[in-house]
């Protein structure tokens, strides 16, 4: 299945466990005329000297609110669940700062599995410091594998404070430009390709049942049992769509359609493929407002 961002493993793993999109972050430093607003916001999640957690077996000295420092608490408080204040030292902080506490919560689902993920302990063993840039390398998860592997991590200081670079520059005045609504509207986005993937699958099974039946279609509990549809095509908790399959009388025409859980958060558009085995059908979609189709 896809994940949130980007089609990704879960909601943010390649933002924050992808070497590749690490290592390829060119953000340039802040400048210095910064408002005296966002200085004072940023001094306030200066880095805690000695963390509950520190999460970390270094191999290198770590000097307090140094690069490596701010690498070494960013995962102490993913691993603690402390979503606001990991988020807050990296650069997508403009779309978590304005989150109220309830709406914070709602992503919760979509950020626990990278808490899971990360490390009881993350050995940091190099940093290179060059004026407001910064690298650290460490040994994380692999997005793809998930075996521990030598990774690198780009920082910059920003009016005094290390940020962790986990999005590249279009993607950060993305951030920059949608503000608190970014998750949201990438939640969205993803979602719809997971729904479009989902469909597809659908289709795929069906041809299959349907070379093996005679030419018959199935419901979503036959496909299900046969293991032409994975279980969660019966809930939304993946993908924030619900599913349905509906068959003709005669099983020779089916339509399967996929509408948001909760239309405006988990996705906006409706989508919907038919066959009957005589021609060939295209996935269609459009804004329905959340109501289902029907046959």
């Known amino acids: 299945m896809f994940s949130l961002f980007f089609q990704i493993k879960n909601f943010l793993s390649v933002l924050i466990f992808s070497a590749a999109l690490l290592s ?6 802040a400048k210095e005329n910064s408002a005296t607003k966002r200085k004072s916001e940023f001094s306030k999640t200066s880095i805690p000297t000695e963390p509950k957690n520190p999460g970390s077996k ?8 140094s690069p490596a420092d ?3 608490v960013f995962y102490a408080h993913l691993r603690e669940r402390k979503f606001r204040e990991a988020m807050f030292l990296t650069n997508l902080r403009p779309a978590i700062e304005g989150l109220t506490d309830a709406e914070l919560k709602e992503l919760h689902v979509d950020f626990e599995p990278l808490a899971a993920q990360v490390p009881p302990d993350i050995e940091i063993n190099g940093e290179i410091i060059s004026k407001d840039k910064a690298t650290v390398t460490a040994k994380l998860p692999d997005n793809d594998t998930d075996e521990i592997k030598l990774q690198e991590i ?14 590249d520059e279009q993607a950060e005045a993305d951030v920059k430009k949608e503000g608190k609504n970014y998750f949201t509207a990438l939640r969205i986005k993803t979602h719809h390709e997971e729904a479009k993937a989902m469909l597809e699958r659908v289709n795929k099974a069906q041809m299959v049942y349907a070379t093996q039946n005679g030419g018959l279609y199935a419901d979503a509990s036959t496909l299900i049992d046969k293991g032409f549809l994975p279980k969660d ?16 009388p ?7 359609a996929a509408t948001p859980a909760v239309y405006g958060k988990t996705g906006k558009l409706s989508f919907w493929f038919e066959a009957d085995g005589s021609k060939t059908s295209t996935l269609k979609n459009k804004d329905g407002k959340g109501q289902a189709l029907k046959m």
């Open 154 to 167: 780009k920082l910059r200081r920003e009016n005094g404070v290390w940020v962790i670079l986990t999005v």
């Open 70 to 72: 701010t690498v070494r």
């Open 233 to 248: 095509f019966l809930t939304a908790e993946t993908t924030g769509y619900n599913y349905q399959i509906q068959i003709s």
């Open 24 to 29: 390829g972050c060119t953000a340039e430093a």
């Open 250 to 256: 005669d099983r020779k025409k089916y339509l399967a």
């Open 58 to 65: 270094s191999t290198i000295k770590i000097e307090s609110n």
